[in-house]
């Protein structure tokens, strides 16, 4: 795995665990129902994983961007796949989404030059 | 078809012609792509009109949720799997999503009440 | 009421149901908890509210910046420290916040000058 | 004038003098530093109001449109280069911008169609 | 102080003076207003840094989110009323605010270990 | 030309290579739009880049920020000029602007202190 995607990873991890000790239950239980969202239902969890992304692209978050770009991996999401959720998320936000996008690129070769993690965490 | 609907329609289609006449190639040629970027391509058109859906959502853009409802109940996604792409949008983009997802569902409302509108246009 | 404000709620409460039946179980939590969220814990309901406020205000939602300027005035906050709560939003926020301002006052008078509605609904 | 137009600008008119008088002096000093940095500086008033414009697209603001618009034809700014600004305004912000579009270009009909208002207000 | 923190606060201070020596007069009246916007008032100093930084969460701003964490600790407020703001600004805000949540509880971590910065600066 | 500046430059436009050359044909049409966007029209090449500066400031979108500096000191803006599409964006967008005011300054003065980059590239 990348070091730039291993740092993101344990910094999510060890974050993600401080929040949920911290004993807010409001914030608990939206860490709890932002999993359950993505389980299988009408739609399965690929879908669910591709309308993440591109919700995460238009609104220009990083972070959520690398996350759901691992879970559409783990899924079987093909490169094309991904790429046309990338035009979509680029004619729908504009050009203000380039920038993520370069980043997105670049994290999904990074995903695709090394291992897949193999846990799927919160956010 | 419910009067609403209806008018949002005129309009957007009154006003889509007025915009491509107006002879601003830059614009024109956006309108193009934009039509194009949800063709069937490596994800078929109801999987891209979902992502164009929780893309509109998630920015609150009522015309283009309204447009987006529209453009799925043609292509024959179920209310469960829109109500699950609502809920994506939800998650993902907070309580000020709700207005908007009350919005979108009485347009669902209209859309199952009456006839589907029969063409598909801009934006 | 005003009959702007009496038809933003009715809207509102009729959706709200609509949407609570329509079956999605992660849609109903969230609305579960957002209810939850502005309860009082070691801030008062007072100042949730107007941190409720603050937040739709530089997200420019009007019909949650209504539903909060209700509720601030239900927990018996005063005009100024509405006004004091607008100038955060408007100096965070800047102009764009300009035409949601003009409707918050307006609404604010429409409270000031009729009955407070009597129940807290949703969102 | 059209009725629209006329409305909005009365609107706007009673609203702004009645959040003057509400004697909060932050926002009275943020209506007036708003005015003061549209005048003539280093850049010419018309270039200012094209980038209030451009702003107040891509941030997706009907009100704060139609007052540059107007503002704009005030200066003297040809169609032409307000389709321009559209244009950039578009490919900045994406397809999310096209339903302000339609109505910012139906707004510019209505002022070249009628008397252009005669003064200059807040925001 | 955690040297993130430091070095934070460095080029705020080092940027923030070569902004108001850069001669633009709209520029350092907005600085100088939004001082003055958290000062008492009919609200008090801790109630209105509360609502900076929620509106700075749903914005997701994490220098001015860093900026008011800091500012809320020096006047009193404790862990459990900012975890209340920020879990009012997640549901309000959504998922999206996750990664801007992660870094504020890290920042305060941060300013719980250290020595509190002495002085309050703009933005 | 600064460390910080050569490096956003490389990645930018490795990038951008990658991208283009990744095959989506939506994804490649948009970024020939968007360089055409800016070519000189009824309005010339400065006025448009100022367009896109100050609508790349109140979306917050560093890379777009710096991207639009170089391109306007190439094009023979002055600092008293970008100043003043700081104070409208400032204005415009708020007090959230403020940091990336900071950034951008910085970067001015990086750009002011060194070489103009020869090459004008995409997004």
């Known amino acids: 795995m990348s070091d730039r995607l291993a740092e993101f990873r344990a910094f999510r991890e060890r974050m993600n665990e401080r929040i949920l000790e911290a004993g807010n239950l409001e914030i608990k239980r939206f860490f709890a129902l932002d999993t359950r969202t993505y389980e299988a239902g009408a739609l399965p ?3 669910k994983e591709l309308l993440g992304l591109v919700a995460s692209m238009v609104l220009r978050c990083d972070d959520c961007i690398t996350y759901h770009v691992v879970r559409c991996k783990e899924e079987g999401v093909t490169d094309e796949e ?42």
């Open 82 to 123: 991904l790429l046309e959720t990338f035009s979509v998320a680029l004619v729908v936000g504009g050009s203000i989404v380039i920038p993520h996008l370069r980043r997105a690129v670049d994290m999904l070769d990074r995903v695709n030059a090394g291992d897949l993690p193999a846990e799927a965490g919160q956010g």
């Open 45 to 47: 969890v690929r879908t």
